[in-house]
């Protein structure tokens, strides 16, 4: 098992920047490649970004390419996700994910999940 904790959520204001953590323990962190999901009101549960195990690759969803960063430190075992130039759209809850080994992007993939830290950006 993987227990995930995420932490940084917040309220801010467009244009602002925040940076979301997941502490990750129980296995081999190094092994698993992270992910970040996000699921706004009355929607469902999207994929924003994605690293590999080692660091490698890097994969993001089309709407936060150029303002969000995906980064892991395997140390720490912990991923970070730094947003900046937020927008009101971006408001949602941030999930954080992880399953073994190769990059994915579809929720289903995911074995692993924290509770999710919400993210309200105010216009």
């Known amino acids: 098992q993987v227990q995930l904790v995420e932490s940084g959520g917040g309220l801010v204001q467009a244009g602002g920047s925040l940076r979301l953590s997941c502490a990750a323990s129980?296995?081999?962190?190094?092994?698993?490649?992270m992910g970040w999901f996000r699921q706004a009101p009355g929607k469902e549960r999207e994929f924003v970004a994605a690293?590999?195990?080692?660091?490698?690759?890097?994969d993001y969803a089309d709407s936060v390419k150029g303002r969000f960063t995906i980064s892991r430190d395997n140390a720490k075992n912990t991923v970070y996700l730094q947003m900046n130039s937020l927008k009101p759209e971006d408001t949602a809850v941030y999930y954080c994910?992880?399953?073994?080994?190769?990059?994915?992007?579809?929720?289903?993939?995911?074995?692993?999940w924290g509770q999710g830290t919400q993210v309200t950006v105010s216009s």
């Open positions: 994910a992880g399953r073994y080994l190769t990059i994915r992007t579809q929720i289903y993939e995911y074995q692993y």
């Open positions: 129980g296995r081999t962190f190094s092994n698993y490649a």
């Open positions: 690293i590999s195990s080692d660091r490698g690759y890097t």
